[in-house]
């Protein structure tokens, strides 16, 4: 038998690590894993769930990602972090929290390089397409059957994520009693606010800055006492998160913010941030759909209209169902549209100014 390759990790002089990841060494790692065969120092690995066996052969996934993941075997997927950092990381105690939560790719194992997480090991979903293909097709041939679906997966995960489990036996953080001390969103979300408005140049800046006082006038319900009880959310919600596979829906990618600490009070948010963001990805797709696939728009205003609906309707029923209905407070979704509204016209101002048209494209449709 050959012997198990690993990749290689580089570290700066300024301690950045860099990670590079040879042609058949994912499917080697993981064969090593699932023979149990312990990984070369200092590479370390902690189990989620025994590995199956899989077929040889591996295939990168070349779908827009942030990071590098590969399929191996058709049955698992490897997903490794070019830059890995250093210190605990957010996404491991959620994954191992959602152990028993049926929704997600399973997750397998985390592989450390010392104490920097270089990959999370998951099931593969066959046949999975994400949001930014299925979704767009959904809303150029107007269905809008599946936005009850994702509504119940929002809610069923943050039910899971709300439910105690011996990793977090205390996952729900209720208000202060009275008039507790206003938290930090109103502040954080007139920041984005006023990013956005000097990021945002020529006519579309025009156009925002003539609706400056309306926006910040919408987050000023974040301003106040926080009355809903915090849970820990995804993070990065939004429909390029949900797959739809061969056995129906999935939400993946929990590894969202990994500048945001595993303990640090801003892991505990309102679900209505979650939520937010999930109906404002329904907003983007009608964007994307107008522009790439000559959708019409008032169609698209009627589609995107009907399936925020369902989706919130079909939320709170799951939530009222599960009697948690305390778990969203609704006053705030719209200010955390907005606040997502101006981080997306901040995304792409910094990183990918082809995406403008999208958040312009809907904030230009909330306020004609
Ligand atoms: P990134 O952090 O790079 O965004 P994601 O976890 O969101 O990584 O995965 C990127 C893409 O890979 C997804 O949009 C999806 O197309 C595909 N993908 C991710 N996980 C799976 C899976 N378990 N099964 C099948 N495809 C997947
Ligand atoms: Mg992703």
Redesign the pocket.
């Known amino acids: 038998m050959e012997a198990p390759r690993w990749p290689h990790v580089t570290e700066a002089s300024d301690g950045t690590l860099t990670l590079a990841v040879a042609q058949g060494v994912t499917s080697s790692v993981v064969r090593a894993l699932a023979d149990d065969a312990g990984p070369p120092p200092p590479f370390s690995v902690r189990s989620f769930a025994p590995l199956p066996a899989t077929a040889r052969g591996e295939r990168p996934?070349t779908?827009?990602?942030?990071?590098?993941?590969v399929?191996v075997g058709e049955s698992v997927?490897v997903?490794w972090f070019p830059r890995p950092v250093r210190g605990r990381h957010p996404a491991i105690d959620p994954l191992a929290h959602l152990a028993g939560f049926a929704r997600t790719?399973r997750p397998y194992a985390a592989i450390f390089w010392a104490d920097a997480l270089v990959a999370?090991v998951?099931?593969?979903?066959?046949e999975?397409?994400?949001g930014?293909?299925w979704c767009v097709d959904e809303a150029a041939g107007g269905g809008t059957d599946f936005a009850a679906e994702i509504g119940r997966l929002a809610a069923e995960l943050h039910l899971a994520l709300a439910t105690p489990s011996e990793i977090f036996p205390d996952p729900v953080r209720l208000p202060p009693p009275g008039a507790g001390a206003a938290p930090a969103y109103g502040a954080r979300a007139e920041e984005a606010l006023r990013t956005a408005l000097t990021l945002t140049d020529g006519a579309d800046g025009a156009w925002l800055a003539a609706r400056a006082e309306t926006l910040r006038g919408e987050l000023a319900p974040l301003a106040r006492p926080v009355r809903t009880p915090l849970i820990r959310i995804h993070g990065d919600l939004h429909v390029?998160?949900i797959?739809r596979?061969r056995h129906g829906y999935?939400v993946?990618?929990f590894?969202?913010n990994p500048t945001v600490a595993a303990d640090d009070g801003a892991a505990f948010q309102p679900a209505a941030r979650d939520l937010a963001q999930l109906a404002t990805s329904l907003d983007h797709v009608g964007q994307v759909a107008i522009r790439r696939r000559s959708a019409d728009p008032a169609r698209v205003a009627g589609w995107v209209a009907a399936t925020r609906a369902e989706l919130v309707g079909a939320y709170t029923a799951a939530l009222d169902v599960a009697g948690r209905p305390e778990l969203l407070d609704r006053s705030l979704l719209r200010p955390f549209e907005i606040e997502q509204e101006c981080r997306e016209l901040i995304y792409a101002a910094r990183h990918l100014p082809r995406w403008r048209y999208a958040p312009m494209g809907v904030l230009r449709s909330w306020f004609a």
């Not at 779908?63 to 993941?69: A, L, P």
């Not at 998951?122 to 066959?126: E, G, I, K, R, V």
């Open positions: 996934i779908v827009d990602q942030t990071n590098h993941s399929i997927v997903k790719a999370l998951t099931a593969y979903l066959p999975a397409r994400d930014w293909e390029g998160q797959l596979w999935a993946v990618d590894d969202g």
